[in-house]
C-alpha cells in the first residue's frame, strides 16, 4: 500500500473510532511515526496532507527533518523517544512537541535550551504506566508529585501526558489511568496508542494517537 493510501486508511479509522466513542475526530491528532523511514516517505506523507509527526532519535530527526521542516512551514515534528539532557538543545530546537519528559535533570536541559533558543516547544510528561523497568517515563506513584512540579516550572508549555502501556496486556485500563492522571492536573493532551491500539486509545479518550508502521510499513 502506498503511504498516501494507508493513511487515508488510518484516517478513516480514527473517524470511525471517534463516532464509536461519540467524540468528534477533529478533536484527535494523528502522529505519523516515520522513525527508521526515509525522507522520502515523509515527503509522501506531506503530499498526502499529514502535517504531524513522531521521531524518537534527535539526530536521525535533524537529518530528516532540517529540510522538510523548512520547506514546510505547516508540519511539526514530535519528539517520542526517550531524551538524553545532552541532547535538549537540538530536540528544543527542532520539535514543536517533546512528549517524554521524565525527569528533573531533562527538565533542567530542557529550561535552560528554551531560554538560549527563546522558544519552549510544548511538552508532555511520559509516564511509565505500567511500571515496567525498561521503559522511560515517570513511575506511576511519582506521577503526581513530578507533573506538579513540572506545571509550576514549565507553565503552560506543560500540555498534558503520554504513555505507553505493557505489550501483552489490555491496554485499555492503563489508557484509562493516563487520562484520569491528566483529568486530575486539568492537562488536555492525552498521547497514547499505536498502531496496534490506538482505537481502544480514542475510545479511552486520547487527543494524539502515535501511527508508525500501519503508515510507513514495518521497520527494518
Ligand atoms: C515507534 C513508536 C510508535 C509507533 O509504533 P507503531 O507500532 O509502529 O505504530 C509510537 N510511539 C512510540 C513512543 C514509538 O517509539
Redesign the pocket.
Known amino acids: 500500500m502506498s503511504v498516501a493510501a494507508a493513511l487515508a486508511d488510518i484516517r478513516a479509522r480514527i473517524a470511525l473510532a471517534a463516532i464509536a466513542a461519540g467524540r468528534n475526530a477533529k478533536d484527535i491528532t494523528l ?1 505519523a ?1 516515520s ?1 527508521t523511514h526515509p525522507e522520502a516517505m515523509v515527503a509522501e506523507a506531506i503530499a498526502a496532507g499529514q502535517m504531524v509527526f ?1 521521531e ?1 532519535r534527535v539526530q536521525e530527526a535533524e537529518r530528516k527533518f532540517g529540510g522538510l521542516l523548512a520547506a514546510n512551514p505547516g508540519a511539526k515534528l514530535h519528539l ?2 526517550g531524551l538524553q539532557s545532552n541532547k535538549a538543545a537540538a530536540a528544543v530546537r527542532l520539535a514543536h512537541m517533546i ?2 519528559l521524565d525527569r528533573v535533570r531533562l527538565a533542567d536541559a530542557i529550561a535552560q535550551a528554551a531560554e538560549a533558543e527563546g522558544r519552549c516547544p510544548v511538552l508532555l510528561v511520559q509516564v511509565n504506566i505500567g511500571d515496567e523497568s525498561q521503559k522511560s517515563g515517570v513511575a506511576t506513584q511519582a506521577a503526581d508529585g513530578f507533573i506538579g512540579a513540572m506545571r509550576s516550572r514549565f507553565g503552560n508549555a506543560l500540555q498534558g501526558l ?1 504513555c ?1 502501556p505493557p505489550a501483552d496486556a489490555d491496554p485499555t485500563p492503563y489508557f484509562r489511568q493516563l487520562v484520569r492522571l491528566a483529568d486530575a492536573h486539568g492537562l488536555p493532551v492525552r498521547s497514547m496508542g ?3 491500539d ?1 482505537e481502544a486509545a480514542i475510545a479511552a479518550g486520547a487527543t494524539h494517537v ?7 510499513g514495518r ?1 527494518a
Do not use: D, H, L, P
Open positions: 502522529v511515526v522513525k513522531g524518537n517520542i523517544g512528549e517524554t503520554m505507553i499505536m498502531s496496534a490506538f502515535r501511527v508508525g508502521s500501519a503508515i510507513f521497520r
